[in-house]
Structures are given as C-alpha cells and as structure tokens.
C-alpha cells in the first residue's frame, strides 16, 4: 500500500521536528561519541513509523509512538551490543556526563529541552571548523539528509560524507562532551554558537546554489535554531536577539529579491509591497529586546543595518545611517563584503565622487562585486572604463543570475 | 605588513570639549576616517581617546594639573594600523581629523626584536 500524501505530509513534518530532539536524547544518555548511532536509530525509527502507519494507519499521538519505537530500538541496540556495560558506562563514569544522564531514556520536555541545548554546544565546539561544522549542524540539530547538504554547498554526496565522518571522528578523539560549559565560558561559547547560526543563514542567503527550496529552508532553520536559543534563560542575551532580529528583517524580503525564473531582483528594484510585513514588525520586537546590556555586537549593528533596508524610503538621509553602521561594524572586524557595502553606503550617502577614491583603496581585485562597484560609480562619468570593469567582473561571477545581470549592465551602458 | 601607531597631536588651545552638535559633527569625521582604514582591512586596533584633563609628575615629585599650557601640542589619543612600510602608513594618516584643526600625526613603526 502506498503511504497517503497526508501521512507523507505528516512524516515529513514530524521528521523536521523531532530528529534532532531524539537524536539529542539519545546522546544525552549514551554519550556523544554514539550521535551516529542515535542518528541511524532516529532514521530506523521513522522508517518503521512508515511502515507501520501505511499499513495500520497514524496513531493517536504520532509523536509519542515515535519516542517510544526510539527508545524500544535504543535499548534493544545498546542491549544487542552490550555496549553499555563494556564502553558506555566506564565513559560516562569518567566525565560529567553521569551527573546528569538519566538513567532512563526521558523524553519528558525539560529533558528534551536540555539535550539539544547541550548537544548544540557540543557541535560548534571550537575544535571542528567550517563547512565541517555547518555540515554537521545541518545533519544533526536540523535532520538534513546528505544529499540535502550536498545541494546546499553545491557539492556531491561523498564530499559531505567525508566532511561528516571527519567531523564525528573528531567528537570521538577529542571527547566532546554533551554538556553546558561552565557559567563563565557561557558568553564566549554562545558566540560561537550564535556565529554558526549566522554562517548558516548566510548560506542560505547568498547562497550558491539555486534550488529555492533549500535556500528557504537554510535560512528557516537559523532561525528556527536561534528562536530556539531565546527559550532558553541561559542563551537568551541581548546578542541572541539582535541575531535573530537581523535574520527576521533579511527573510522579510525573500519573495520579492527573486524572480519566477530564479533571477535576482536588486534592492532598488524590488516591489516593496512583497516585502514581508509581519517579519518587520518581529524583527522589529526582537531589536528592541536587544537593546539592554552593555555590549553592542556585530549582531546589533547588523540589525540596524537590516531594518534600515526595511524601510521604504532610499534618500541620503537612510544612506548616511548605513554608512555609519557599517563603520562601526568595520571597525569590529573586517570582512570583503562589509568594505564593499561601506563604499557603497557612502556613494549613496554622499555621491559618486567621494566614493570613488575610497573604492580604489579597497584591494578587492580578486572579488566581482568590487568591479561591479567601481562600475557603478564611474557609470555616468567613465561609462567605456565602466564597461571594462563589468567585463572583468563578468569572467569572475560564478553563478549565472549574477553573470545575467552583469550581461544587462553592459548592454545598457554600450547603448547609452 | 608592520603594525604602526598613529598618535593623534591636537593643539593646546583647541583641547577643550566640543559643544554637543559640533561633537556629533566630529564623530562623524573620526568615524569615516577610521572606516575608511578599516575598510581596506588595516585597522589593528582601535586604540584609545584621551580625555579632556590629566595630572603630570615630574622628576622632582611635583604632581600639576596637565601639562598643557607648556606644550604647543598634547597627545590627544592613538590607534595602531597596519601597513607595508612608512609610505603607506602615512598615507594612511592622511585625513586623520586632527590635521584640519592644526594638529599633528605622529606615525611610529611598534618596536619589534629583530630575529636571531
């Protein structure tokens, strides 16, 4: 018998949901180096969940049967393998972990709760780093399969099985373990967390791939993992607000920077009333939660950056404020992409001519969006120089909306 | 890419504070020259702003109210750059606001050990 569109629907969901949750439980009670483990089992169990609900139909609380077939497949593999006795138990007993493992499997919320904060730590440790780790995040806390991830970094399925396998491996050797750090570690390790967060959502963003699909769903599940971050009184900080503020106000303009054919729709040319309202408004409420404490982070001021391109208006005024930010976020850390945005705030601020200059100083060759810069500051003054920096900027665009656009650029300026 | 220290030199007699809206004006003027260093990714530190008094011992023991009526220039703040060598250092330094109001940069490399 085929499984109902309805159940498909329903499987799919609970799967989004509750995989990393089980995963989270599993490892909570046998230690982290078992997260394979609990993953296969996680992944056993919602094939025997369609199966059975294909052919008995859904039970009246599907989520409950799922937390009970886990546990049932759970015991009887650690059971089967004896694994608790021989390896698991002298592990725990050696860290911290027994503290506070339980000796049942308890998939009572606060539990629940406690294990994924504790295993969202225990994945952006410092120890495992870039795509890696966002691999990792991906498969564990938000239940991406491989082929998934592969679409995500535009790569093939080998190459993230790799990432994956290294990066358990070095949870194994390194013995990280399913536990908060102490009190005083909480800000610099929350950092981190928040960071990949960030990376994650940026992937989805800018991402380089173009299946529509996956980008929404990247930039769905930073959010998802730092709304899931306020919930909790520990990493609730104004940091993890300003975050998720940041990432309200970008999603908000989802519909309207695409068009039906995956092109890209530039800021300026985007039709404001697809703007997403209520994302606004959100964002808005966490930016203001944001404000308390004494330290303004990167997170803030991106924020206020973001908000700003939520407003409708694009006069001088508006530029000036970007500009601004962007000076202050310059001057916590440096990035290609925030030079090239610096410059141009500041030729919407202030005009052409003051940023020019200032363009020339940025050493950004190798970068396309820097030739599409200078480009557009020397539209109107250079237009054949212009010309040859969109042919520059053109050889190095990797994706084709970013070539298209650089293509309508030219033929615009050649007809001019 | 040496490290170098900008020390900003104002002239005594401007070293007083601003009033609020010319201070606001002047934010702006260290905000866009610090940026634009930032911007090409030489910023090393953001170094520190003095404030407006201070207190001097001298040799003798002598502890005054600030140095300031001796001196034709006083140290006003630093921040520390990066750059390939002077040339480059002090181009930096061009725009430091200090300069409109007849001050001084001062661009010193940060001593460094020469290696064995």
Redesign the interface.
Do not use: F, P, S
């Given at each position: 018998m085929p499984t109902s569109p309805d159940t498909q629907f329903l499987l799919k969901q609970l799967f989004q949901q509750e995989f990393s949750k089980i995963v989270a439980v599993i490892s909570s009670r046998y230690g982290l180096a078992h997260v394979e483990i609990a993953e296969d089992l996680v992944s056993d169990t919602f094939l025997s969940a369609t199966e059975h609900w294909t052919t008995d139909g859904l039970p009246p609380n599907p989520t409950a049967w799922l937390y009970a077939v886990a546990k049932q497949k759970t015991l009887a593999h650690f059971r089967r393998e004896n694994i608790y006795a021989k390896k698991v138990a002298p592990a725990l007993t050696a860290s911290a972990e027994l503290a506070t493992s339980s000796p049942e499997i308890d998939f009572s919320p606060q539990y629940i709760r406690d294990s994924q904060l504790k295993l969202f730590f225990a994945i952006c440790t410092p120890l495992i780093a870039g795509e890696a780790q966002i691999a990792l995040a991906l498969r564990v806390l938000c239940g991406f399969g491989i082929d998934e991830i592969a679409m995500a970094f535009l790569t093939n399925k080998e190459t993230i099985n790799k990432r994956l396998v290294r990066a358990k491996a070095k949870l194994r050797t390194e013995g990280v373990r399913m536990e908060l750090p102490p009190e005083p570690e909480i800000a610099d390790r929350l950092n981190r967390v928040l960071h990949i967060i960030y990376l994650l959502f940026n992937e989805g963003y800018y991402s380089r791939t173009q299946d529509e699909v996956i980008r929404r769903e990247l930039c769905l599940e930073a959010m998802r993992l730092a709304l899931f971050l306020t919930e909790s009184e520990l990493t609730n900080r104004p940091e993890t607000q300003a975050l998720l503020a940041m990432m309200c106000f970008h999603a908000s303009r989802f519909d309207a920077r695409q068009t039906a054919d995956g092109g890209i729709v530039l800021y300026g040319q985007q039709d404001k009333r697809k703007w997403d309202a209520d994302l606004v408004a959100q964002g808005i409420q966490y930016l203001d939660r944001s404000a308390r404490g004494n330290r303004l982070s990167s997170y803030h001021l991106e924020a206020r950056i973001a908000q700003l391109h939520c407003l409708p208006g694009d006069g001088p005024d508006k530029w000036e404020k970007i500009l601004q930010l962007h000076n202050q976020l310059l001057m916590l850390q440096y990035s290609p992409a925030l030079a090239l945005n610096r410059t141009y705030a500041l030729y919407r601020a202030r005009g052409a001519a003051k940023a020019l200059p200032e363009a020339r100083k940025l050493q950004l060759e190798t970068n396309h969006f820097y030739w599409v810069l200078l480009a557009e500051l020397l539209q109107h003054t250079h237009p054949q120089e212009a010309i040859i920096y969109l042919k520059r900027a053109l050889e190095q665009a990797r994706t084709i909306p970013e070539q298209q656009l650089i293509h309508e650029r030219i033929d615009r300026l050649s007809k001019a | 890419m040496k490290e170098f220290v900008i020390l900003f030199r104002q002239p005594t007699g401007s070293y007083q504070k601003p009033l609020p809206e010319a201070m606001e004006a002047l934010e702006?003027k260290w905000?866009?020259w610090?940026?634009?260093i930032?911007?090409?990714?030489k910023?090393a530190s953001?170094g520190i702003r003095l404030a407006y008094d201070g207190r001097v011992l001298k040799s003798s023991g002598v502890v005054t109210d600030g140095p300031f009526a001796e001196l034709r220039e006083i140290l006003g703040g630093f921040m520390v750059v990066r750059a390939a060598d002077y040339d480059e250092a002090v181009t930096l330094a061009h725009g430091c606001p200090v300069l409109e109001t007849g001050g001084s940069v001062e661009i010193r490399p940060i001593y460094q050990e020469s290696p064995a």
């Open positions: - | 702006k905000a866009d610090t940026g634009g930032a911007a090409q990714g910023l953001q």
